[in-house]
Each structure stands twice: as structure tokens, then as C-alpha cells.
């Protein structure tokens, strides 16, 4: 089992920046690619980044690539998410996630284990 707490939500305005964090407990850290995904109202949840398990490769969105940035500390037990040049669309409830397997990334369905997400509101 792998528990995750997402936290550093909040509301900025368009053009600013937020960094997300998720601290996982439980099973080793390290086992686990890690994958962020969001959720706007009315929409379904959808892939924003993943990162391995070593930390030395990340996939994007295309719809956040170059404003994003994953990184992770294995001896802390987290993953950060980075987001600069925010914009109203990137409004949404966060999720950070983990799975075991190293294929599939992108699938919501492929991932184990879910935080309980954090709110980002990006106003205009």
C-alpha cells in the first residue's frame, strides 16, 4: 500500500506560478513511476506528466509541455510538480498518482494508487 498527500493548491493569477507537492508513505517510493493528472469541472480527469522511478524521464501533456516540470526526491519521498506561465484553463483539481509497471503512463487506469488531489485556480 501507498498513501499520497498532494498539497501547494491555490489560486494564482494567469502568467504566475505554483509548485505542487505529493508525499507518498508506505511501500518503497522508489518502486513507483509517478504521474500527475487533473480534473476541471464538468470534464473528465486527464494526464498532465509522469515521471520514472529514477527520475531521469518525464512525459507531458502537450497541452502543458515546456510550462510543466516533474521532478522527485527518492530520499524524501515526494514528487513536485512545477508550473509556471499558468492560464485559466489550467484550473482544476490536481491529482498525483503511482504505478508499478513502467508502459501505459498516460492510462488513468494503469495507476495503483490516487492522493486525495489539491485545487488549482488560475484566474484571468
Known amino acids: 500500500q501507498v498513501q499520497l498527500v498532494e498539497s501547494g493548491g491555490g489560486l494564482v493569477q494567469a502568467g504566475g506560478s505554483l509548485r505542487l507537492s505529493c508525499a507518498a508513505s508506505?511501500?518503497?517510493?522508489?518502486?513507483?513511476?509517478m504521474g500527475w493528472f487533473r480534473q476541471a469541472p464538468g470534464k473528465a480527469r486527464e494526464f498532465v506528466g509522469a515521471?520514472?522511478?529514477?527520475?531521469?524521464?518525464?512525459y507531458w501533456a502537450d497541452s502543458v509541455k515546456g510550462r510543466f516540470t516533474i521532478s522527485r526526491d527518492n530520499a524524501k519521498n515526494t514528487v513536485y510538480l512545477q508550473m509556471n506561465s499558468l492560464k485559466p484553463e489550467d484550473t482544476a483539481v490536481y491529482y498525483c498518482a503511482a504505478k508499478t509497471g513502467t508502459v501505459y503512463y498516460r492510462v488513468e487506469s494503469q495507476y495503483n494508487y490516487w492522493g486525495q488531489g489539491t485545487q488549482v485556480t488560475v484566474s484571468s
Open positions: 508506505g511501500r518503497s517510493f522508489s518502486d513507483y513511476t
Open positions: 515521471i520514472t522511478k529514477s527520475g531521469g524521464t518525464t
